[in-house]
């Protein structure tokens, strides 16, 4: 099993719609979540981390932690044919003073206009 | 702000060569790691330094090589390529640690 679990799509959604991206987890040892963003060809881009259960909101982006199930989402308001890209979600464990990242696989999304 | 450039873009060698990315990043960042990146599998730690002079081995070290002589750079060695090692490879910075990462805009390598 491995330790991050995320859906590689494609998901294809109309412009304007509400889109949920998601991933689970196994390992309680995991402390900071992240979602990149990743167009094609390109570099991962940080969009938004977290370090507590709950929800945190950036513009058109929610990051929502719920430590309790092993759970994150990124929702997506509004969407946008820009939005179109692969979201990885990643997650950080502390071990003896290394911090390891460890990445999902990722999601492939398409907005369509 | 140039952000972290790598060179070459795109490589391909042959099985038995050797060759170095090169990885820089002007913003002052402490902290560099380099992943590798293969269809269907998420980012792979490969190398990560924490400071000029400080490198430490990262998920998927072997048949790779790091130095860290100044802030700037970090330059990745392969040694002997192998078919395996036909990959994405990101360089990434961050002023304080593996959550706030900016990565650099990969070089794909292929090994025939």
């Known amino acids: 099993q491995k330790e991050v679990e995320q859906d590689p799509g494609p998901l294809s959604v109309p412009e304007g719609a509400i889109v949920s991206l998601n991933c689970t987890y196994s390992n309680s040892a995991f402390q900071y979540f992240m979602w990149y963003r990743q167009y094609s060809r390109k570099g991962p881009e940080l969009l938004m981390y977290t370090y507590s259960s709950g929800n945190k909101e950036d513009g058109r982006f929610t990051a929502q932690v719920d430590k309790s199930s092993k759970y994150i989402s990124l929702f997506i308001r509004d969407s946008q044919p820009s939005d179109s890209a692969t979201y990885l979600c990643?997650?950080?464990?502390?071990?003896?003073?290394?911090?390891?990242?460890?990445f999902g696989t990722g999601t492939k999304l398409q907005v369509i206009p | 702000n140039a952000g972290v450039t790598q060179t070459p873009k795109f490589r391909i060698l042959k099985i038995g060569q050797s060759m170095t990315l090169q990885c820089t990043q002007d913003?002052?960042?402490?902290?560099m790691y380099w992943y590798r990146q293969d269809p269907g599998m998420g980012l792979k730690l490969i190398y990560y330094s924490v400071g000029a002079g400080i490198t430490d081995k990262g998920e998927v070290p072997n048949g790779y090589n790091v130095s860290r002589s100044t802030t700037e750079d970090f330059p990745l060695r392969l040694e002997l390529a192998a078919p395996s090692q036909t990959s994405v490879y990101f360089c990434?910075?961050?002023?304080?640690?593996?959550?706030?990462?900016?990565f650099g805009p990969g070089t794909r390598l292929t090994v025939l």
């Open positions: 990434a910075s961050s002023p304080q640690g593996a959550d706030t990462q900016y």
């Open positions: 990643a997650m950080i464990s502390s071990t003896g003073g290394y911090q390891k990242v460890t």
């Open positions: 913003m002052n960042h402490n902290y």
